[in-house]
């Protein structure tokens, strides 16, 4: 047996274990043989065991899957199409974009009060606004990319829109109360258990329609690893190739980012942590490789910030970075090499 297909094979026995722990750990613990009950539809003796099951645990481990694997999808085609292994999935604004629209929602609240009522504080009225903004900003990226023939520039110009963006927010929680303002720190923390099946259904639709787009460039990518002009002579259009990947891009990170927040560090890691296993640069072999291992580092990040035993649960966010970033840095540093 060859060492990628070892590898290929702990990859999906981790993805296994991390669904299996997301399932059972939490403030109330649930043996493994009744998880698997419950998921056969046999009858178990505590019956709330199996209502946390179906209604909270199995949603928001599903949630965690496409998220994780998303992030993770949309890095790959950033740091591939840029050729930078700094770039992640929010490179081109669209993060700072939903947060404009979620700071524009809450921090005026009290002007808007008065006309949409209660709306303005439910979980729809974020999501929407949050899809709005990475809308706004996906609609100004592609007419930028459809203007200009150098992706750095393109690169340059995402940036600036962060940065224009993230100033704005910052003016808006200047000039906005104190509850509004925790309100929006706390979305800004990310949460991946307060979907329901029906939100998890049209992440799931979301999810597909990016990775269909992403599919589609599988053959292009490899083709602009070894420069533009190279990928231009192979008769690669670049710029519908370029509008694609921001579409894919847009979709997986904008839907992930409506549905729970902003979540730092997966997109970036995971293309990195997954060549340690994988040392190739073919995406179609890539491809599948990094949606295991998105998965998996969010379902593990879940698991931690759900702390096994307590009823307090850390911030999402907070979490990927803290214990993540670090794990990395061994990796690399023991590697002394980034393969890209």
């Known amino acids: 047996m060859s060492k990628s297909v070892l590898n290929h094979f702990l990859l999906f026995l981790l993805l296994s274990l991390g669904i299996l722990l997301s399932l059972s750990l939490g403030s109330v613990s649930i043996p493994i043989k009744d998880i698997f009950k419950s998921l056969a539809g046999l009858r178990i003796e505590n019956s709330t065991w199996d209502y946390i099951i179906v209604n909270y645990r199995l949603p928001k481990t599903i949630t965690a899957i496409l998220i994780g694997s998303g992030l993770a999808v949309s890095g790959l085609l950033m740091q591939t199409l840029f050729r930078n292994p700094l770039a992640g999935p929010y490179v081109l604004g669209l993060s700072s974009g939903a947060s404009l629209g979620v700071a524009f929602l809450i921090m005026g609240a009290s002007l808007l009060s008065g006309i949409l009522g209660d709306f303005i504080f439910s979980k729809w009225a974020i999501i929407l606004a949050a899809s709005g903004g990475s809308i706004l900003v996906m609609l100004a990226v592609l007419s930028t990319a459809q203007r200009v023939k150098d992706t750095m520039t393109l690169l340059i110009i995402g940036l600036m829109v962060a940065s224009l963006t993230s100033a704005i927010v910052s003016v808006l929680a200047y000039f906005s109360n104190s509850d509004d303002l925790q309100l929006y720190i706390f979305w800004s923390f990310g949460s991946l258990g307060n979907l329901s099946w029906q939100e998890v259904g049209i992440l799931a639709s979301c999810w597909l329609i990016g990775l269909g787009f992403a599919i589609f460039c599988l053959k292009n990518l490899n ?19 370029r509008v694609f990947i921001i579409i894919s891009t847009s979709i997986l990170a904008g839907s992930a980012t409506a549905f729970a927040g902003p979540i730092a560090f997966v997109g970036l890691a995971v293309p990195h942590l997954v060549r340690q296993l994988i040392p190739t640069n073919d995406h179609r072999v890539l491809l599948p490789s990094i949606i295991i291992g998105g998965a998996i580092l969010m379902l593990l990040c879940d698991v931690i910030a759900q702390l096994p035993g307590s009823e307090n649960t850390l911030p999402i966010n907070a979490v990927t970075s803290i214990f993540g970033a670090p794990v990395v840095i061994w990796l690399l540093l023991r590697k002394r090499k980034l393969n890209f």
């Open 223 to 241: 083709a602009l690893l070894l420069g533009e002009n190279y990928a231009k002579s192979m008769g690669v259009q670049l710029k519908r190739n």
